[in-house]
């Protein structure tokens, strides 16, 4: 190629190539990444009364935020707490004490960044413990339990 044909490139034809190496300089030269789910919720059995956690985590690039909702909305109660964990790409459900049947239900753990959504359901059940007429022990034992 000779000298005088380098003038002939026109700068609209750069744009692209100039758009690209910054877009790289910006992401530090990853690829972004949607979220997934490093750390997966279980589904719980818990005593009314007693207390429950559910675990969830998940990785991607952005870093995702985790939050909890139940019944498609954010979880909220002074008996809930979420407690955010690596600088929210992970975060704890906790429900103490539990109350049936109202605690009974479909948690949902939802990662999102700005590349895309995931979620993940978990189911908690809730055990009734009466205390009249047979011993916590026996209801335990009937539900294998114990």
Not at 9 to 35: E, N, R, Y
Not at 101 to 107: A, W
Request: include cysteine; proline fraction near 6%; charge should be positive.
């Amino acid at each position: 190629m000779a000298a005088g044909s380098a003038s002939s490139v026109s700068l609209p034809a750069l744009l692209p190539v100039g758009t690209l190496l910054l877009s790289l300089l910006l992401t530090g030269s990853q690829a972004l990444a949607p979220p997934r789910f490093t750390k997966l919720p279980a589904d719980q059995i818990g005593v009314s009364g007693g207390v429950v956690s559910f675990v969830c985590q998940a990785t991607g690039d952005p870093k995702p935020r985790v939050t909890w909702n139940k019944k498609g909305k954010k979880v909220n109660s002074q008996r809930i707490e979420t407690i955010e964990f690596d600088e929210g790409a992970g975060a704890v459900l906790r429900i103490q004490p539990l109350r049936a049947p109202r605690d009974e239900n479909i948690y949902e753990c939802v990662a999102e960044n700005s590349v895309g959504e995931v979620n993940i359901n978990a189911k908690l059940s809730i055990i009734r413990v009466s205390l009249s007429g047979t011993s916590k022990s026996t209801n335990l034992k009937a539900c294998g339990l114990h």
